[in-house]
């Protein structure tokens, strides 16, 4: 799939900040790549039908008007667009502003973004996964997004937090690419199939009906 001119990408970025004729209410560029790099980073694969509606902010989903087909291909290209990276073909582009009002730093709307699209799964990564593995991964992100809970942040001075910002700023990335690399690893793992009744012993009368011992029946081979 195409990725998007500078052209369609400054036409992306208007449509997001400007009064779209659809009544959405999109997420800004900067949160709104953050958000995809997340979603691609999910211990699932997702599909746009999933992530569309998060990202467009589309409520009723789906919307059927035909004029609303161009921004959601255009959308799709611009998510498609930063797989590259993400699997470190290339450098990352990361989309951010030196000054976002409300903003703590300039990474905080694209670090809640990522966070956001991690949580389009059905599953939270830090239950399919190693939970403490998974807040190691994620702190320079939850950091930089302003995520931390009271007691997390109360561990720190305003001078050491300060200092804490500046270097996971450098973090941010390969954080980035650690989680998409440890979500993806989580999708390729097999998984256990429980059994719900209880195991046939040997010995016993097959289940099958036929009267038979089980090893003399269906547990043969």
Known sequence: MKSLSGQEQDRLEAFLEGDNPFGWEPMPLDMLQGFLCGVASAPEALEPS??????????????????????????????????PALEAREDAELVVYEETPGASNRYEYWCIGFL????????????????????????????????????????????????????????????????????????RRPVTVRREAPKTGRNALCPCGRGKKYKACCGAA
Do not use: H, M
């Not at 902010?57 to 799709?76: C, F, M, N, S, T």
């Not at 991690?118 to 403490?132: C, K, M, R, S």
């Open 50 to 83: 999933d992530w569309l509606p998060w990202a467009y902010g589309i409520d009723p989903w789906p919307d059927a008007r035909p004029e609303a087909a161009e921004w959601l291909a255009l959308l799709e290209r611009f998510y498609q667009q930063q797989i």
């Open 116 to 187: 956001d699209g991690l949580e389009v799964a059905a599953e939270p990564l830090d239950v399919l996964g190693d939970p403490n593995e998974v807040d190691e991964l994620l702190f320079p992100i939850r950091v930089l997004g302003n995520a931390l809970d009271e007691e997390g942040r109360a561990r720190f001075t305003d001078k050491e937090w300060t200092t804490l910002i500046a270097e996971c700023s450098e973090d941010l990335w390969p954080a980035v690419l650690a989680t998409y690399r440890y979500g993806n690893a989580l999708r």
